[in-house]
T-cell receptor, first 111, second 116 residues
Framework: DAKTTQPPSMDCAEGRAANLPCNHS???????VYWYRQIHSQGPQYIIH???NNETNEMASLIITEDRKSSTLILPHATLRDTAVYYC????????????FGTGTRLTIIP | GAVVSQHPSRVICKSGTSVKIECRSL??????MFWYRQFPKQSLMLMAT?????????EQGVEKDKFLINHASLTLSTLTVTSAHPEDSSFYIC????????????FGPGTRLLVL
């Protein structure tokens, strides 16, 4: 898997937008960027993924830079339930979907 | 859609016994299922990849005779921890995806195993 780098922790005020950065400078042209989050003592939850274009769904938006070397996950209106560890993952493109989880970003939403 | 369940959610067993954990895809057929393990304050570590109807592929350092995986149908995979020891106490999480290539993985809620 392409290596990703994320800040270890971030705080965000409740109701504000949470912007979580991820660097993936070794990403290949046809590798996707996936975001998952893990709330304490639960299994990871899929959030969003993208290749080149920005993506938006009911949970979040994903902004990928033009050179694809970094991306930002945006939670538009953070709530206390968004407190979790967020993982940015670039699976290898060999068709076996293996996910390598790094240490992620621990996002804490402050009331 | 894309719901994955696990059973049991938590289990306590005595050292030397075997424990079976089930992983089910509830609303889709899972060609591939994965088993992960997570120790306290650590990230998820992939243990094995399971394809329906074939033998599982284990990651380096994971004993296939200790962690038996069966993926007999497109909606069910089981992980059996044989002769469990206290060091096997962990959070076991499965995931499932629909296709063979480039499909999103959906995770189960996890099973917390405590071996006394």
């Amino acid at each position: 898997d392409a290596k990703t780098t994320q800040p270890p922790s971030m705080d965000c005020a409740e109701g504000r937008a949470a912007n979580l950065p991820c660097n993936h400078s070794t990403i290949s042209g046809n590798e996707y960027v996936y975001w998952y989050r893990q709330i304490h003592s639960q299994g990871p939850q899929y959030i969003i993924h993208g290749l080149k274009n920005n993506e938006t769904n009911e949970m979040a938006s994903l902004i990928i830079t033009e050179d694809r070397k970094s991306s930002t996950l945006i939670l538009p209106h953070a709530t206390l339930r968004d407190t979790a560890v967020y993982y940015c993952i670039v699976p290898n493109n060999f068709g076996n979907e293996k996910l390598t989880f790094g240490t992620g970003t621990r996002l804490t939403i402050i009331p | 859609g894309a719901v994955v369940s696990q059973h049991p959610s938590r289990v306590i067993c005595k050292s030397g016994t075997s424990v079976k954990i089930e992983c089910r895809s509830l609303d889709f057929q899972a060609t591939t299922m994965f088993w992960y393990r997570q120790f306290p304050k650590q990230s998820l570590m992939l243990m094995a990849t399971s394809n329906e109807g074939s033998k599982a592929t284990y990651e380096q350092g994971v004993e296939k005779d200790k962690f038996l995986i069966n993926h007999a149908s497109l909606t069910l995979s089981t992980l059996t921890v044989t002769s469990a020891h206290p060091e096997d106490s962990s959070f076991y999480i499965c995931s499932a995806c629909q296709g063979n290539s480039g499909e999103t993985q959906y995770f189960g809620p996890g099973t917390r195993l405590l071996v006394l």
